[in-house]
């Protein structure tokens, strides 16, 4: 980056490694100094919870508004109806109506954690595009709109681009996709003043039309930033596990497991995970990031409890350290394990070990759990479980069991009340 930015919003987000493109940066910087800017990011709700790939983008809302500008968080009501083709090889399941109102009731919880709603001048609106989109005239829409759209332009986006050279079909309801996100940008323009979209780095070319709307139609400058593709020091994309997404939702993901996936990040990773997911100083990131040895699992733990205590509260996030601190330095069971919870019915005369580990999450199928216990994986009360055909019945479920896959993925199996 040549230009260095002034603003506290830029130079922040910028030291924090969130910063990819920007429409002009210098022009978006002077604008920012002279007062407060609204700008949003759009959010597709296509399942019933968020993951960790999209904590960047909650996380860029929150500094937005830490820095005295007014965050929009835009709930994709109408677009999800779409389906967004970035990144895509083949074109999204269509969902609901339903669904779609379902997921973004779930998915709204998790936004006021990190960002403040109301009336104030900062306060975030939260607002969804069906609001807009749903009411369309199609015909009066591509006389004012579509006009400014040329298909020539349309296929030179990434998005389209890569589909089409793979040779995979491209619904003409995904083509349409890129208008709408222009026309959410010039509606909250219209709205709310809105004079900044934000996305990742997948979403330039849709971001770009915004502004091109925008000025097209309102003759008035605004202005589109996106945030690099988050890999950990391994490639892999943010967000991703070995058994999948990495939840925000705890009824998706438990808190315990939540804090472990941070607790175990590679050392490599420490000090630009704290930057970009916790709110602590630059400085102290960059400290804890260049620890070594045994210090770095303490970072870790630090970072653990930092995005856990955001993301699920502070209490949640102290139960999953002690949990943690129990399960590996004092051998125990801790008492925010995830456990499956069996009925009488369900065990009857007993139940086999390699039921339970798939049914508690530690395995996807019975032949990967068969898997672990040959390869001495696994593990009984912290004793290593070599028969794969042990059968528990409920006299032995009556206290808790604690079955183990390696040495930090743990669940519980008892009987219910």
């Not at 830490?66 to 895509?88: Q, Y």
């Not at 491209?170 to 934000?198: H, T, W």
């Not at 068969?370 to 070599?386: F, M, Q, S, V």
Request: hydrophobic residues 40%.
């Amino acid at each position: 980056m040549t230009y260095h930015p002034k603003s506290d919003f830029l130079h922040e987000i910028g030291s924090r490694g969130f910063l990819a493109d920007c429409t002009n940066l210098q022009e978006l910087d002077e604008r920012l100094l002279k007062g407060t800017v609204t700008g949003y990011i759009g959010f597709d709700l296509t399942a019933s919870s968020l993951h960790i790939g999209n904590l960047v983008q909650i996380r860029l809302l929150r500094w937005m508004q830490r820095t005295g500008h007014r965050p929009i968080t835009l709930m994709g009501g109408g677009t999800t109806k779409v389906g967004d083709p970035s990144g895509k090889d083949e074109m999204r399941k269509m969902l609901s109506v339903e669904q779609i109102d379902a997921n973004a009731a779930s998915i709204r919880k998790v936004f006021s954690r990190y960002i403040t709603y109301g009336d104030g001048p900062t306060d975030s609106p939260l607002v969804n595009n069906a609001e807009w989109l749903d009411e369309l005239r199609y015909v009066p829409f591509l006389r004012d709109i579509g006009r400014h759209f040329t298909v020539n332009r349309l296929l030179s986006f990434e998005s389209v681009k890569s589909r089409l050279d793979r040779e995979q079909a491209l619904s003409f309801i995904e083509f349409n996709y890129m208008l709408l996100q222009s026309y959410d940008y010039l509606e909250l323009y219209r709205r709310y003043g809105c004079l900044l979209q934000m996305g990742g780095s997948d979403q330039w070319g849709n971001i770009v039309s915004g502004t091109d709307l925008i000025r097209r139609v309102e003759a008035a400058e605004a202005f589109g930033l996106t945030t690099p593709l988050v890999t950990r020091s391994d490639g892999k994309k943010m967000g991703k596990s070995v058994d999948g997404a990495v939840w925000l939702n705890e009824n998706m993901m438990s808190s315990y497991e939540f804090w472990q996936w941070w607790r175990n990040v590679d050392d490599a990773d420490v000090g630009k995970f704290l930057k970009m997911f916790t709110d602590l100083p630059v400085d102290e990131c960059e400290r804890l990031g260049a620890l070594g040895g045994a210090e770095i699992n303490e970072a870790k733990v630090r970072l653990a409890n930092e995005v856990t205590a955001l993301n699920h509260g502070p209490d949640a996030a102290a139960a999953a350290e002690a949990t943690a601190r129990e399960v590996f330095e004092k051998g125990g069971v801790g008492d925010d394990l995830p456990t499956l919870a069996l009925s009488a019915e369900e065990v009857g005369d007993g139940i086999s070990v390699v039921q339970l580990i798939v049914r508690s999450g530690l395995a996807k199928s019975g032949k990967e759990a068969k898997r672990l216990i040959a390869d001495n994986g696994a593990r009984l009360d912290d004793a290593p479980l070599t028969d794969a055909g042990m059968v528990l019945d409920a006299a032995a479920l009556s206290s808790p069991v604690k079955l183990s896959a390696g040495r930090k993925r743990h669940a519980l199996v008892t009987l219910a009340d």
